[in-house]
């Protein structure tokens, strides 16, 4: 998000990320309907939301009167933007959350799209689909694009540090660590094929159910004999794309997905993948993945991992370079400038 601020900015077209200065998650919540006031105040015209998850999904708080209480203050989030005159724009990063944020998410998805002024979508599957399940309307489809990944390391040094011996694949799984992501199947996989290479798994943990399992899969990953990696902690931008950097292949063990920025961003590195068959992977060239049965998710993906590692030099290359050919003509710019012509619209 502090890239896509930035690159706005350096176009021109002033904008800032919303973070209030506010400790109390509760507090954050409360307060929600007073922001747009003061957005409009200081001369802002348009909101543009991204994850309704950030702002109002907090682990701390589960119960049925929270998430009762809290959808009422999106509502009243939603009125608020309305009376202030601000336009609302909203990405579509996926079409319900993955994890639930209200009581009734689908709902709550209709009052966002309903109060929307223009909503942004990357592929026509996606644009379809919110007309189906919302009745959609001034929906554009933008084609995605991430911001140049970087490191602050050499890739040697990386996986020292990472204890990766000289010639091991290094099978990376990268990002938030969530239920919908299957880092769990990751490392069941990882155990079941009996990989020779090293498993790494990075990212903020998760529910703590989640975390319970993969502690207990990490021991199991010992007793295996193997070599793996398990860092559940935020990851600076400098420690992801040093991690990225690394990586033989990226594994990305989704149980559901609408899009991913990480499948987009090893895309443009040229990194191989391992992917289900999920029908909203279908925009990835067959021919930069290794893609296996969603349905049979943990001896699929260890199907898949042994595929990996007997695969020539000649065939990793021929998907890397499937990824950065089907990649070429997208840029972190033109993505940009697209979202400008978006607000530009309702100016």
């Known amino acids: 998000m502090n890239s896509l601020v930035a690159t706005l900015t350096r176009f021109g077209f002033e904008s800032l990320k919303s973070s209030p200065k506010l400790r109390s998650a509760f507090l954050l919540i409360l307060f929600s309907p007073i922001y747009p006031f003061w957005y409009r105040l200081t001369g802002l015209k348009i909101i543009h ?44 990063h996926n079409f319900l959350p993955h994890e639930p944020v209200f009581l009734d998410d689908r709902k709550a998805r209709q ?44 890739v040697a040094d990386t996986r020292a540090a990472l204890g990766i011996k000289q010639g091991s694949l290094h099978f990376l799984a990268l990002g938030h660590v969530r239920e919908y992501k299957g ?11 009996r990989i020779s290479g090293h498993a790494t798994v990075a990212g903020s943990p998760g529910e703590p159910e989640l975390m319970n399992k993969l502690a207990i899969l990490s021991d199991d990953l010992v007793k295996h004999e193997i070599a793996n990696s398990l860092k559940f902690s935020f990851l600076s931008d400098a420690e992801f794309g040093n991690l990225m950097f690394s990586a033989d292949f990226l594994v990305c063990p989704f149980r559901k997905i609408s899009n991913s920025g990480i499948v987009n961003n090893a895309m443009e590195l040229g990194i191989p993948l391992i992917l289900p068959d999920l029908e909203s ?39 890397k370079v499937s990824s950065k050919n089907y990649m ?20």
């Open 183 to 193: 880092p769990d199947i990751f490392l069941e996989a990882a155990i079941q094929a």
């Open 281 to 319: 992977l279908n925009w990835v060239p067959r021919s930069s993945a290794l893609w296996y049965d969603a349905n049979n998710e943990v001896s699929g993906l260890a199907d898949a991992l042994k595929i990996a590692e007997q695969l020539s030099s000649d065939e990793i290359l021929s998907m």
């Open 328 to 347: 070429k003509d997208r840029s972190w710019d033109n993505y940009v400038s697209k979202y400008i012509e978006v607000y530009q619209g309702l100016l």
């Open 111 to 154: 009052n966002l799209v309903s109060a929307c002024d223009a909503i942004i979508c990357f592929d026509q599957h996606s644009k379809e689909k919110l007309i189906d399940m919302f009745s959609a309307e001034n929906v554009t489809i933008i084609s995605p694009a991430e911001p140049v990944v970087l490191s602050n390391q050499s």
């Open 49 to 92: 939301i991204h994850w309704v998850a950030g702002q109002f999904a907090r682990m701390s708080f589960k119960s049925k009167f929270a998430r009762r209480l809290f959808y009422v203050w999106f509502r009243f989030f939603l009125l608020s933007i309305r009376l202030t005159g601000l336009k609302l724009v909203w990405t579509s």
